[in-house]
């Protein structure tokens, strides 16, 4: 068994786009915090080009922050599949899923990609405000099979 | 003030490599979030080609979990200059240069990615084991400023 969650997961057996539990971690003193696989495209199948992934990581990771008072992270996979987004106390699946909508259905109404500039990131040319939100736009269209992970 | 952490650093200022706290968190139990700015690339002027980047996540993610015991999540930025490792109730910093270190000397003597496959992974042909040890040499290398966040 191999240290990292998703190294133990059948990806040939999995149904894009999904969200699924990858992992809870509790603290000595009670604190719990939970991981979850946000997949939007299939692995080994298809993947999120570069540029939209990016957009989409600032966009998501700014406005999700709007919805969710405990968010820890939101960072993309190196496989370009998805993301991984981790938060503190908070165990709802229901609300996740409820809180990932209302940030892509945020996505989709941005003008701009928010800190797309070399003062606030770290790659400016790197971006595609269109290609987030066609990424947002076929992840919503699916919304009733995210929580179904298996074909 | 955005909400995002990264958005209110002027990346015109950091000098990569660096290893820099991001942010912590605090649990209402008493357990306390770091999450670190591990900067490969200088922002805005290099970045990692992403099948070195995807092996390099891969390779660090399996690998520090054997030298550490609390680790949340090791990510790459969509911006491909850096990754976020995020851990548990640790807040010592040197501690921190110390694990990633010997991370990065173990993807030095690694005889093949982990888990790059199609069961095991979202983009099996997306992986280049000597691109990631090309990237862990560049960093080894500047060892002595990875505390030297500015320029
Ligand atoms: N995972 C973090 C930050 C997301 S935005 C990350 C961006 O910061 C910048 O340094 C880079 O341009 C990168 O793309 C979080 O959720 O806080
Ligand atoms: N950030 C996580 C996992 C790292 S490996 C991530 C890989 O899992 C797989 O689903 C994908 O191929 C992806 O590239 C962690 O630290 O646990």
Chains 1, 2 share one sequence.
């Not at 939007?40 to 957009?55: C, G, T, V, W």
């Not at 070399?118 to 269209?141: D, F, I, N, P, T």
């Amino acid at each position: 068994k191999m240290n990292v969650e998703s190294f133990n997961l059948d990806h040939t057996k999995v149904k894009a786009p999904y969200v699924r539990l990858a992992g809870v971690t509790k603290g000595a003193n009670g604190d719990v915090i939970h991981k979850y696989d946000i997949r939007f495209k299939q692995p080994n199948k298809d993947h999120m080009e570069m540029p939209a992934l990016h957009s989409l990581e600032h966009l998501m990771a700014e406005l999700i922050r709007n919805h969710h008072q405990t968010v820890v992270d939101l960072s993309p996979m190196g496989c370009q599949t998805g993301f991984y987004l981790t938060v503190l106390n908070h165990d709802n699946y229901e609300e996740i899923l409820d809180t990932i909508e209302k940030t892509l259905k945020d996505v989709l109404e941005a003008d701009e990609v928010p800190a797309c500039n070399e003062v606030q990131c770290g790659w400016a040319a790197s971006h595609s405000l269109e290609g987030a939100k066609e990424l947002a736009r076929e992840m919503l269209a699916k919304r009733n099979e995210w929580h179904e992970v298996f074909a």
